[in-house]
């Protein structure tokens, strides 16, 4: 066994457990110095029956420790990101895996019935077709999007909510690597996908971007990876058209304008568009180039501002900070979450792995969770198990191997 390469998986599995160095030593009858050697890799000998062991207390098949996790093998995944960031994707990759091998970890204490995978497929297209109008097919999509969730011509408020409490695809906000804008992973084995996009202060941006991975997914090409070096591919403009009439519908835009009485739409009127729909001033822009409201060089006067700088000159400077600051924070898919929570009340993991989804600190996760009411059970289930019986399973004596001499001491002294 490749002791090194165990060891960090054990490592894993603990943390995605919720438990301390000491909590899973303490359940696995072992010492806190022996886990710590074992998770090190510096351990210099390591037995099926303690590895068994602390399988059984992580309560995972013992292959997760000694071959690794399947989940992670088997996720297919798909970057929206630049050239040049091999190891910013697989940074990206590695954060969205843990998030899937913990819910299917959860599927062992919390039933979940993949009702999700079968509303999302309820939308998605049964397979990929070529694009032939990028602007006229994604709004073709949005426009049927739009009708079937009785949107009519009004905002959407909040994008992530929407997606998946109505098409039944998980969504997340992560702290993404640099050139990585948007992530989309799926278990085919499980038919979970979680669309991910990265924390930014810009929350305009995020919801576009948001929008546009969902794209990919309802037109079932979200695991063909697309980068992004300068020259949109014609699926990533089919999906940035969606995004665009998806939050800003261009009928909505025209009677907006309509609405303010203007010979001429300015920089004010495209601002309060703009906010309304929760847009960047560039997408609203675009949506009035295409209604014929604006021509290209009235457009090229109105752009340059950030969203910031038009939000406080305008009036809404104080919301705007209020939802920047949600934007820069990690948001973990709802349906998960709420998983881990039942686990938690249940006793079957630790607040760590809540902690963890949020990349929050566990001690203030923990109160979070003491103030909603939300508690585990006062004894909960220890993990510890009769090593005879161990044994027994794999048809070998019965007697407990002796540990190395290495670990005698540390078994006496934590």
Known sequence: MELKE????????????????????????????????????????????????????????????????????????????SEGVEEELKQAERQVGEILALDDRLDRFVPDGRHAGRQRAAWQRRASVPVVDAEQEGRALADKVRERLGLGLGPVSDIADLVESAIGLDTAALELPEGVSGFTALDPDRDVTIAVVRTLDVPERQRFSLAHEVGHV???????????????????????????????????????????????????????????????????????????????????????????ELAWTYGWGPQYVVECEAAARVRPPRRIMERAVEAYRAGRIGVRAIAALSVADPRATERELHEAGIHPPQSPPSGRVDVHTLLARRGRSARRPTNPPEDGQEQRSE
């Open 6 to 81: 165990i060891g960090e998986r054990v490592a894993r599995e603990r943390a995605q457990a919720g438990l301390s160095q000491r909590e899973l030593a303490v359940r696995a009858e072992l010492s806190q110095p022996t886990l710590a050697r074992i998770e090190t890799g510096e351990r210099r000998a390591l037995t099926l029956a303690e590895l068994d062991r602390i399988a059984v207390t992580l309560e995972i098949p013992l292959t997760l420790l000694t071959k690794g996790n399947p989940v992670r093998e088997r996720m297919q995944v798909a970057a929206r990101a």
């Open 218 to 308: 309802l037109l079932s090409d979200s695991v063909a990876t697309h980068r992004l070096d300068g020259r949109r591919t014609p699926a990533e403009r089919r999906c940035d058209a969606f995004a665009r009439h998806l939050l800003a519908p261009a009928e909505g835009v025209r009677r907006w304008m309509e609405c303010l009485t203007v010979a001429e739409p300015g920089r004010k009127e495209c601002a309060m568009a703009a906010r309304h729909y929760g847009v960047s001033l560039p997408v609203l822009l675009i949506q009035c180039k295409e209604l014929g409201l604006l021509t290209d060089a009235q457009a090229e006067r109105i752009k340059g501002p950030t969203g910031r």
